[in-house]
């Protein structure tokens, strides 16, 4: 049975940094195009960033740009999220996500993409 399990969530303030971890089991992680989600109570589930098989390819949502990175390691089978200079509106409960197989270019930040998912892992920004 495949899992996604996130951790390092935590409460930082404005201007700090949080790396997410996601650790996948149950699956060949190499196999797997991967991404970030969040939601805000109220909010719908956005898009964060997502990487493609090998790390060739990335994609980040404008509002992250410059701020944050995705990375993989297969060996480890872990998704990272380093996330810096963060917003208020940074947080959120993060999600991972993973697809088998290459989405098509315009749906590599859309949550339906992505059949597998974790429980999410709450990030807190007090100002």
């Known amino acids: 049975q495949v899992q996604m399990v996130e951790s390092g969530g935590d409460s930082v303030q404005a201007g700090g940094s949080l790396r997410l971890s996601c650790v996948v089991s149950?699956?060949?992680?190499?196999?797997?195009?991967m991404a970030w989600f969040r939601q805000a109570p109220g909010n719908a589930r956005e898009g964060v960033a997502a990487i493609s098989t090998g790390g060739v390819r990335t994609f980040y949502a404008d509002s992250v740009k410059g701020r944050f990175t995705i990375s993989r390691d297969d060996a480890k089978a872990t998704l990272y999220l380093q996330m810096n200079s963060l917003k208020p509106e940074d947080a959120a409960m993060y999600y991972c996500?993973?697809?088998?197989?290459?989405?098509?270019?315009?749906?590599?930040?859309?949550?339906?993409?992505?059949?597998?998912r974790g429980q999410g892992t709450q990030v807190t920004v007090t100002s």
């Open positions: 149950g699956y060949t992680a190499r196999t797997l195009s």
């Open positions: 996500a993973a697809h088998d197989g290459t989405p098509w270019t315009a749906y590599w930040l859309v949550a339906s993409t992505y059949e597998i």
